[in-house]
């Protein structure tokens, strides 16, 4: 009996650290997301004012 109560131990300890694991991947995940979605905003902006630019410039096709 106490042979099984330490393998559910170990089991349960081995559970929480792949819990932990995970939630840190997802955390990581979540991140490079916001990075992303702020990169595309940044791009967004830029658009505009290239835009002109090139029109001034006569470099539009």
């Known amino acids: 009996m106490a042979d099984l109560k330490s393998g559910q131990q170990d089991i349960r300890h081995r559970l929480t650290l792949i819990e932990s694991r995970l939630a840190g991947f997802e955390r990581n995940l979540a991140d490079q997301y916001s990075g992303y979605a702020g ?9 505009e004012p290239l835009g002109r630019i090139e029109r001034r410039l006569e470099l539009t096709d």
């Open 39 to 47: 990169q595309s905003l940044r791009i967004e902006r830029l658009e």
